[in-house]
């Protein structure tokens, strides 16, 4: 049977929504090969802060055949799924005459490669970061040029570490030298912004309207996704359901998350919409990316699990003291421990969001498969506070651009920056320079 062709940019529409829909069968060229489909390039930038207990983390031998460290294990299902790349290096995270102020200079440096103007006022400076160098490119067939998101709130003023503005310490992502583009930190809002129309006032008429009737963002595209559901073939039809499950499941995921604890003993009220679970937070972000990833609604995104320098405990871990005041552990081993589990902890989210890029097919591929997430901190050692040598890993096959599975270690001292050139190479976005790099990497 001779199905009809449907847009790439079809959309499922309701009251003030539009859900958008993954690559089905019906989407691909009548004429389809491999070579006939240009399926999309994805990037994610996912940072921790206060660096790692690098024993834990770094791999003692080099190429294929490296054991994985302690930290890495929560990733052995995905070995062949990553590299670990070390020798990597931010040298405009260093004092250069500023004084401290590394944790701040650690997260604004990460993406830019630039030294961050020393203030605490309003004539902040930095540099544009790689991600949104890459969404300047995909953001013209894309709804959306990036996603921002994590889970601290962020701020654009005040002194934050050492005569630093808290936008260094918070802010990821800069659009230009001037401009840090701020995170989202709730869930809800993060998916109202995914899957509505846009047209003004409606967004807010079809959220009051699903939360008064207890109605899914589904019901309001029923009628579409059942007239869609009677076009396309079998396989599509599959497809969509589990789509449209995954999107039920994590509005559900979303509403229990942020409901109030039956408890008095709570002593803080919690902002509506995120999570009391640091870890159901993080999860649900991730999950989020991925329906953005898996939608083409972007194809950009920035994830910052917590923020430079901070001090969140873990008690969930057997963990009560802050991260930052453990990560300065004077070589004690029971410190050293307990940051080896915040660290691994991270690792296992980190593990999970994999997963579920892996999970969803394009074709002959996965999702993580066309794309590179960039996952580390821009602090080395943490007692140390050292910007080179940093935690890195680079996941996914970026199309074919990297062969992943291998510990790579590149000369102590090489710019991060070399990677993000190489990275933009394989969207076809070729630079000459960024931030301080010197070059490309071999991958």
Not at 123 to 149: C, H, M, N
Not at 392 to 400: D, E, F, P, S, V
Request: glycine share 8%.
């Amino acid at each position: 049977m001779n199905l009809p062709r449907i847009s790439r940019r079809t959309t499922l529409k309701g009251l003030g929504t539009a859900v958008a829909l993954p690559m089905l069968d019906a989407m691909q060229p009548r004429a389809w090969s491999a070579e006939a489909v240009q399926r999309p390039l994805r990037m994610a930038f996912l940072y921790v802060p206060n660096g790692k207990h690098m024993p834990d983390w770094l791999p003692a031998a080099e190429g294929n055949d490296y054991e994985l460290p302690r930290t890495l294990l929560p990733l052995a299902d995905l070995r062949s799924d990553f590299c670990i790349l070390s020798g990597l290096t931010h040298k405009k995270a260093n004092a250069n005459g500023d004084g401290g102020g590394d944790h701040a200079r650690a997260l604004t440096t990460f993406l830019t490669g630039t030294q961050a103007r020393k203030t605490d006022g309003a004539d902040i400076r930095a540099g544009v970061s790689v991600d949104q160098i890459a969404a300047t490119q995909f953001g013209k067939q894309t709804r959306f040029a990036s996603l921002e998101i994590g889970a601290d709130s962020g701020a654009q003023s005040g002194n934050c570490d050492s005569g630093y503005s808290c936008a260094y310490s918070t802010n990821i992502s800069w659009r230009n030298e001037r401009q840090p583009v701020p995170k989202e930190v709730d869930p809800r809002l993060i998916f109202d912004r995914l899957f509505t129309s846009g047209r003004p006032g409606e967004s807010a008429e079809a959220r009051a309207r699903r939360e008064r009737y207890n109605k899914s963002i589904l019901d309001l595209v029923r009628e579409d996704a059942d007239k869609l559901q009677r076009t396309v073939g079998l396989s599509d039809r599959r497809k969509l359901d589990e789509y449209l499950n995954a999107i039920r499941e994590l509005e559900v995921r979303i509403a229990k998350a942020t409901q109030a604890p039956d408890s008095d003993s709570i002593a803080l009220e919690r902002p509506q919409g995120i999570p009391a679970s640091y870890e159901d937070h993080l999860r649900i972000l991730g999950d989020l990316v991925v329906l953005a990833f898996q939608t083409d609604t972007t194809r950009v995104s920035t994830f910052v699990f917590a923020n430079e320098g901070s001090n969140r405990s873990y008690p969930f871990l057997e963990v009560p003291e802050g991260h930052h005041d453990l990560s300065h552990h004077e070589g004690k081993q029971e410190k050293q421990t307990k940051i080896q589990k915040i660290n691994e902890f991270h690792v296992t989210q980190l593990a999970y969001f994999l997963k579920r890029m892996k999970e969803v097919r394009e074709g002959d591929e996965s999702l993580l498969d066309r794309s590179l997430v960039v996952y580390g901190s821009g602090i080395g050692d943490g007692n140390a506070h050292n910007h080179n040598n940093l935690p890195i890993l680079l996941a996914g096959g970026g199309g074919g651009f990297v062969r992943p599975g291998k510990h790579i270690a590149y000369p102590d001292g090489t710019p991060l920056t070399n990677l993000y050139l190489s990275m933009l190479d394989a969207a076809d976005i070729h630079l000459e320079q960024l931030g301080d790099s010197t070059g490309r990497l071999a991958l």
